[in-house]
């Protein structure tokens, strides 16, 4: 078992960054493909970026090539997000993930690839 920790989230005018965490239990994490997913009110949980675990490949949505940066650290067992040029529309509740233990590549932002979920850290952007 894994078990994922966010932290960061806040409020931010637009235009503005946020560098979100996520902590694991385990070092079987920095073993494994590591992903940032968001959900907004009344929409679908969408990944946003991944790493996959020895740092080689990243993915990133469309939405936020160019804004946001996925960067891991292992000997901590941290991977991070740093958002900027932040949008109204980036404003969610942002879930770490995790591949299974040992599976060190990605293969993508398809939520049903990860099996280990944080509880989420909510990020608003006001316009």
């Known amino acids: 078992q894994v078990q994922l920790v966010e932290s960061g989230g806040g409020s931010v005018q637009a235009g503005g960054s946020l560098r979100l965490s996520c902590s694991a239990s385990?070092?079987?994490?920095?073993?494994?493909?590591l992903g940032w997913f968001r959900q907004a009110p009344g929409k679908e949980r969408e990944g946003v970026a991944a790493?996959?675990?020895?740092?080689?490949?990243?993915y990133y949505a469309d939405s936020v090539k160019g804004r946001f940066t996925i960067s891991r650290d292992n000997a901590k067992n941290t991977v991070y997000l740093q958002m900027s040029s932040l949008k109204p529309e980036d404003a969610a509740t942002y879930y770490c993930?995790?591949?299974?233990?040992?599976?060190?590549?990605?293969?993508?932002?398809?939520?049903?690839?990860?099996?280990?979920w944080g509880q989420g850290t909510q990020v608003t952007v006001s316009s």
């Open positions: 385990s070092d079987i994490a920095s073993r494994s493909c």
């Open positions: 790493m996959s675990a020895g740092g080689e490949f990243t």
């Open positions: 993930a995790a591949r299974a233990g040992g599976v060190w590549s990605c293969g993508g932002l398809s939520r049903s690839l990860y099996v280990y």
